[in-house]
Every structure is written in structure tokens, then in C-alpha cells.
């Protein structure tokens, strides 16, 4: 969730899609690009936090060189646990959040779940900047200039998770690819930074396998078990995926206008973007009748936040121990696991025709 900039732009965030949209930029959930003096070189990243940042499962980004694998053996013992943490916590707060979203009553309190996610962010943040840890020493910022970054924030954990609740766990994973083109149209028309040809034909076959995933995953299916995507889920999917690349553009500029890493970053944004859900939660949420709300329900919402700040724990060390690539890595693998095994838990055949899309648009993100 070391160096500062460059290897934490992708810092770990409050949400689920922040663990994917950080993780997961932080996770092959989210693609960054940031102009510099040199050619750009577009690699994957490393969830939202959550899972929430800065990015939980799928985005890429522009690393530097400097990275190294881990080094001794107890390194990379340390870097194989972390990685295995982040990787369950990721696969679990996304089946976890799924969960959550299939009661109606919580399905439609999205601001609080992800104000819930902020609090928690922070509080991580909080521990993790404290000896004996002190991961980070804390600089403040002024509310008026990180306030537009916390709206972002806010739009990047809350759109994707309303994608979550209304389309299939396999359309949303796959979805969360195309934030790689999408980052790499807006740095483009923000910063007119190019790829090489080969990057760009790289994309196609991502934007591609999405689209076809997108029409065969609406389709209505044969038997009802089976969860399908709605039109509504497929909306807040592109608005999601806009929102976060639009979310990973700006930190990379408020990295450099306001000189400081990633963790210092989303500890100033999260309390924040937490303050503004607190004043649009009365007029938007439906609250659930808490008192009905059955008790696994609870213990879900407390597990989401669990894993949330596992991951935005054991991504520091990822990124600390094995650099950005090692990261990028451990995005991919999260991204092929959660998609493996929402198809396995969707009740599909092999011979569903979307199998073609995901393999498209996985292929793709791989190469």
C-alpha cells in the first residue's frame, strides 16, 4: 500500500475498488500513467486501499527502474507471506462485498459503507505512521487543497461498488481492466503523453474482450440461479472505471504539486472524503431498519474492513520488498483469481460464449 512516489502513487485506499483501483494505482486494477522527461513505458501496477486505493482486482502504471526483486531468503519468505495476504484479503473482500450488496437493504447505502472504509483507512494509516512501525511521518494538508481529490476518491470507491452490486463478479473484474486505456486517453488529453504503437495494440485486445464480455454476461440466461449483469451494472461500470482513472491522473499531479508520497496522500484524503460522505449520506442512502439486519450481515461488514486494511498493510511491504513490477505481478495473479473464481461460483458452462471475452481481455492485460 515504498519508494514514495513512484512506488506508492498506487498507495491502498479505503473501498473495495480502491484496494483493486490502488492495489488495485496500486494493483492491476489501475493503470497510471505520468509524463516525464524520459519516454514513457507503460507497465501493470501492483484492489480499493479497496480496496480502496490507491488499488484493490484490475490497472498499470509507470514505475522506475530502481526496483529490485527481494534479495535474502528471509526477504523473500516475507514477501511470499505478504504477498499471499494481500492476494486472499483482495479475492475476500470482493466475494465479502459481493455478499453485502445481495441484501437489499444494504445495497442502497453505499455513501455509508464507504465512509465506514474511510474511517478505517485512516485509522490503519494512523497506526501504521506511529512507532514502532512509523512507516511514514505525517504532513498535513489544507482541506481546500485536497477537498477535489477526496470528491474523486469518494467516486472511485462508490461507482465501482454500485457495479459490484448490480452486475456479475466476473463482468465486474473484467471491466476493471479497461482502466488501463481509459488512464491512457486521459493522460493523453490532459498531458499529451503518447505510448509506443506496441502498447496501444496491446490495449485493443483488452477494450475488446470487455465489450464482448459485456454483451454476453446482459444476455438473459437459461436458468435464473445464474446472476447476470444489468444494464444499470454495466452504466456504473463505465462511470466507475471514469472515475477512477480520472481518481489515479490527479494523484499522480498531487503528488508532485504537493511533494509527498502516497501514504502521506491518502492520509490526508480519506478523513476528508469520510467528512464529505457525512453531509450527502441523509439525502441519498436509504437507511437499512437496523435492528433486521441479520447478524452475518454485521460480521461481513466488519470482515470487509479487515481485509481492507490488511491489504493496505501487506501492499506496503509488496511494494517495499519487491518494487512495483513484483506488484504488478501480484495484481495480475489477484485479477485472474477473482475472475477464475467468480465463473466457478456463477453456476456457467464452459461453453458460455463470454468465456471468449474474459480470455480476450485477460490476454490482453498479460501481454
Known amino acids: 500500500m515504498a519508494e514514495e512516489a513512484g512506488h506508492l502513487a498506487r498507495a491502498p485506499s479505503g473501498a473495495s475498488a480502491m484496494a483493486e483501483a490502488r492495489s488495485i494505482g496500486e494493483d492491476k486494477d489501475h493503470a497510471r500513467l505520468v509524463p516525464s522527461e524520459e519516454k514513457l ?54 466475494f465479502t462485498n459481493k455478499a453485502i450488496f445481495s441484501d437489499e437493504s444494504l445495497k442502497l447505502a453505499q455513501l455509508m459503507f464507504a465512509a465506514f472504509h474511510f ?29 477535489p481529490l477526496s470528491v474523486a476518491m469518494s467516486l472511485n470507491v462508490i461507482l465501482p461498488n454500485l457495479s459490484l452490486a448490480y452486475s456479475s463478479m466476473t463482468f465486474y473484474q473484467v471491466a476493471r481492466i479497461l482502466l488501463t486505456p481509459c488512464v491512457a486517453a486521459m493522460n493523453y488529453i490532459i498531458y499529451r503523453a503518447t505510448l509506443s504503437r506496441n502498447a496501444v495494440l496491446a490495449l485493443v485486445p483488452t477494450c475488446v474482450g470487455v465489450g464482448m464480455v459485456s454483451y454476453y454476461d446482459s444476455l438473459p440466461a437459461a436458468d435464473a440461479k445464474i446472476q447476470m449483469t444489468s444494464a444499470l451494472g454495466v452504466v456504473f461500470a463505465i462511470a466507475g472505471i471514469v472515475a477512477s482513472s480520472l481518481y489515479t491522473v490527479w494523484v499522480a499531479s498531487f503528488h508532485r504539486k504537493l511533494q509527498i508520497s502516497s501514504m502521506q496522500l491518502l492520509f490526508n484524503q480519506a478523513p476528508v472524503s469520510a467528512l464529505l460522505l457525512l453531509y450527502v449520506i441523509p439525502f441519498v442512502d436509504t437507511f437499512p431498519v437496523w435492528s433486521v439486519v441479520p447478524w452475518n450481515r454485521w460480521a461481513m461488514i466488519l470482515m470487509s474492513g479487515l481485509f481492507a486494511s490488511l491489504i493496505n498493510i501487506s501492499q506496503f511491504y509488496i511494494i517495499a520488498q519487491g518494487g512495483p513490477v513484483s506488484s504488478t505481478v501480484v495484481g495480475h495473479l489477484k485479477t485472474c483469481t477473482i475472475v477464475a473464481l467468480g465463473w466457478a461460483t456463477s453456476g456457467r458452462s464452459t461453453s458460455d460464449q463470454s468465456v471468449i471475452g474474459i480470455l480476450v481481455a485477460l490476454g490482453g492485460l498479460i501481454s
Open 41 to 94: 513505458r507503460l507497465v501493470e501496477p501492483p484492489d480499493d486501499l479497496e480496496a480502496h486505493g490507491q488499488r484493490e482486482p484490475g490497472e498499470d502504471t509507470l514505475v522506475s527502474k530502481e526496483s529490485k526483486p527481494p534479495g535474502s531468503r528471509s526477504s523473500l519468505t516475507t514477501w511470499l507471506i505478504w504477498t499471499a495476504v494481500n492476494t486472499l484479503a483482495t479475492v475476500g473482500i470482493v
Open 119 to 147: 474511517s478505517l483507512t485512516w485509522l490503519t494509516l494512523y497506526t501504521l505512521s506511529r512507532p514502532p512501525l512509523a512507516f511514514f511521518k505525517p504532513r498535513r494538508v489544507s482541506i481546500r487543497e485536497i477537498a
